[in-house]
């Protein structure tokens, strides 16, 4: 049963009663920028289900799901939903290293549609397409049913994004917790299908590395290959070098 929607004409009447009566509670959530949203929440209703409820076939991920998955302790007070664009054909042409350097060393893309709700925001994302690879139902603390990113695929989103998790040392705390549960098989065959541009296993071997992965673990990492330097993040200042990974990194790691 839905516990946060969208009200329809005929609905009007009913909720208006139902929220005299205490049994509804109405949430707006606005945007500078954008069109808000009006919820109507039935009791029990969670944060979650409300960003779940803004647009259809929609998934928490990033940092939404690095708390869901028990990965880190801190309370989320933004929540992050991602609806896929549609499929796109993949860029022409080689990687080069020019190239590489030069888009990491600008600050990386953020998003600008942010909602702000009771005490919390709503991030939404427009992820590139992936079929909802590795997206499955999770329970809430409230013990609602939530599609949410699989362990593995969350890993290699704030691998990609860290921004949307925090920051790279708050990924980094999620790898150290995901030490014991995550199939790097799984999280690699997860990354070959997402098929990105850029060799982001190589950020990804070093958040293992630092976190205390298997050597047997890193050593299936460093099989793909490095042939070009990579980031850890965009913009990075006071770098240092992994020459393992071929890996710029804030010089605190």
Known sequence: MRRAFVATIGERALLEYLR?????????????????FRRYLLQGATA????????GDSYLSHGSAVFL???????????????EQAAKPEPAGGLTQEALTRVFARPGRETSYVLSGPGYEVVMLNGKFT????????????????????????LIDIAVRPVYAGGVFQVMEAYRAAKERVSVGVLLATLKKLGYRYPYHQAIGFYMERAG????????VEELGAELDFYLGHGLPNRAYSKRWRLHHPDLF
């Open 20 to 36: 005299a009566e205490g049994l509804l509670q109405q949430v707006d959530l606005e945007s500078k920028l954008y069109p808000g």
């Open 48 to 55: 979650f289900e409300v960003a779940l409820s803004l647009r």
């Open 69 to 83: 998955h028990g990965l880190t302790e801190q309370l989320p007070l933004r929540i992050y939903v991602n609806r």
């Open 131 to 154: 079929g909802n690879l590795e997206v499955g139902p999770l329970r809430g603390m409230e013990g609602e049913v939530l599609m949410v990113t699989k362990l593995e695929r969350t």
């Open 213 to 220: 992965y298997a050597e047997a673990a890193l050593r299936r």
